[in-house]
């Protein structure tokens, strides 16, 4: 038991007649402390580049998906607004201007049809500078949706539900819209209000 006592107080002599023995054995705890709170922080950084990698990955996956959902409307879904159709109304005496209307949302239909928004948009402005038709509203809204502007084509069409002979099929659009923007709740009440005349 002495004996067991008495060894680290043999240890502690050996340290003092070998000063160099302690200085290695100091170095030796100090790297390998070192060693290990490098490896701790190495360690760390590796799993805070991996998480950032991650979400990367998954916001690059989310604007893919974003890209392609944009690319598909600007081509398929001018074929789904294509089937709407309106009941115009005009006084005998403004007849005259409200087929040079028709005549020119015909052209920007065409215009669509090629996926040429800006010559469709033109034609719509003076559509509408002749003669105020719901079919050039709607399409003008048409245009902003398909151009990515949400606010315009929606403000387009939410004027359009207050106005007689527009289709219930609007509310579908508007939903979409409201979809596109993330805005879900707004994208569920349309969705619900098309629902609903159906």
């Known amino acids: ?15 003092k007649i070998n000063p160099t023995l302690l200085a290695v054995l100091t170095v030796l705890y100090s790297s390998v402390a070192v060693g290990f709170l490098l490896y701790q922080f190495e360690r760390k950084q590796a799993l805070e580049s991996e998480r950032k990698t991650q ?9 893919s998906e974003r890209q392609s959902h944009i690319d598909y409307v600007k081509t398929s879904n001018v074929d789904i607004f294509e089937k709407l159709a309106f009941k ?15 005549t020119l949302n015909s052209y920007a239909k065409y215009a669509l049809s090629k996926n ?4 469709a948009k033109e034609t719509l402005d003076q559509s509408l500078k002749t003669y105020p038709t719901l079919e050039g509203q709607y399409y003008s809204g ?3 949706y398909l151009n990515g502007n949400n606010q315009s084509a929606l403000g387009s069409w939410t004027r359009l539900t207050k106005s007689p002979g527009v289709p219930d099929d609007i ?15 707004a994208a569920k009440k349309y969705a619900d209000m098309y629902a609903r005349s159906h």
């Open 171 to 185: 509310y579908v659009y508007m939903s979409l819209a409201e979809y596109r923007a993330r805005n879900t709740e």
């Open 55 to 63: 979400r990367l990955q998954q916001e690059l996956v989310a604007l």
């Open 142 to 144: 048409v245009v902003d």
């Open 1 to 15: 038991m002495s004996s067991a006592l008495s060894t680290p107080g043999r240890f502690l002599h050996v340290l």
């Open 116 to 119: 040429d928004l800006q010559k």
């Open 88 to 102: 115009e109304r005009s006084t005998p005496a403004e007849q005259e201007k409200l087929q040079a209307a028709l």
